[in-house]
């Protein structure tokens, strides 16, 4: 229902412009990450109002930016007033599955895993490109601040229980008691600059761009022992972002774990393209919430 919103609001741009209109029709996701209206909240309301406003403030930038024109800003604006006045009565699906009721059948969606893979690799090698100034600033930063390594490796659990080696950059001193985060590890682990390089591990096909994050084997074995059909998490490639990470915050007790498990059985079942699409899209709102919310 939320997209025939975004469609009616977008449609009389038509008459102005096709692109205008494609671009437009874009601006409701936008309007989905500011209202809020589409997912429960696990924030405090004072974050939800900060890092929709931030959200709203970069958004509007960039259309300026892009069309030299506020005619997108008014496109954007009603998608956000529609949804916020009429969005609350329509009935919104549950976004995650308690453990123990998980019912899925395993068979394999061989259409979707091909077309997913074509994106995994497009984007992510368009991703290691456009980031290339990023990861080298970075790379000399933490060189020059606290020596090599510059990245490291860590055995994460994947796709059916495979272990593979997960490159991230170096956020933590060398020593080898009481390690402490590094300066430029107090600046890129926020932002999440330090997951870049697991853009390596989508291609070699280690991840995916969307799934649920891949676990150390300790925790994971950990977890298995507390939460019930912990091992359906394993159907999927693990991935960068997530179902759980774009709607749950970061967690820190058992409890929160169980719940956020929750969410990935959620993609697990219901997994598709255009839900993938929606996580990617709302990861920089979900960085920019986690950010506020600390």
């Known amino acids: 229902m939320l997209y025939f919103i975004d469609l009616a609001v977008a449609f ?29 909240s696990t924030y405090s309301n004072s974050n939800n109002i900060k890092a929709s406003v931030l959200c709203f403030i970069l958004s509007s930038i960039i259309l300026l930016i892009i069309f030299n024109n506020f005619l997108p800003l008014i496109s954007l604006l009603s ?3 529609v949804k916020y006045f009429f969005g609350r009565k329509i009935k919104i699906k549950k976004k995650f599955i308690v453990p123990e009721d998980l019912n899925y059948n395993t068979n394999t969606r061989r259409t979707y895993d091909y077309f997913k893979r074509i994106i995994d690799i497009v984007i992510s090698s368009l991703c290691i490109i456009l980031f290339s ?15 090599s390594p510059v990245f490291i490796v860590q055995n994460r659990i994947g796709i059916n229980g495979q272990i593979f080696p997960m490159y991230k950059f170096r956020t933590f001193s060398n020593e080898s ?12 682990r926020p932002l999440r600059v330090d997951e870049i390089p697991q853009f390596i591990n989508v291609l070699k096909g280690h991840m995916s761009l969307v799934g649920p994050r891949p676990e150390l084997p300790a925790f994971h074995r950990m977890a298995s022992k507390h939460v019930p059909n912990y091992e359906m998490r394993l159907l999927v490639k693990p991935g960068i972002t997530g179902w759980a990470q774009i709607n749950y ?10 719940k ?30 986690s950010i506020i919310s600390k």
Do not use: W
């Open 260 to 289: 956020k498990t929750g969410y990935d059985f959620y993609y697990v079942k219901h997994r598709s393209l255009l839900m993938d699409i929606q996580c990617l899209l709302k990861t920089p709102y979900a960085i920019i919430r």
């Open 79 to 81: 998608s956000i007033i």
């Open 12 to 40: 009389p741009f038509i008459f102005f412009d096709r692109k205008l209109f494609v671009f437009c029709l874009l601006t409701g996701l936008i309007s989905s990450f500011i209202s809020r209206i589409n997912e429960p």
């Open 177 to 188: 008691k009481n390690k402490k985060i590094t300066t430029i590890g107090k600046i890129i």
């Open 133 to 147: 100034p990023i990861i080298a600033v970075v790379a000399i930063s933490i060189k020059l601040s606290t020596g």
């Open 249 to 258: 915050k970061y967690t820190t007790s058992a409890e929160e774990y169980y």
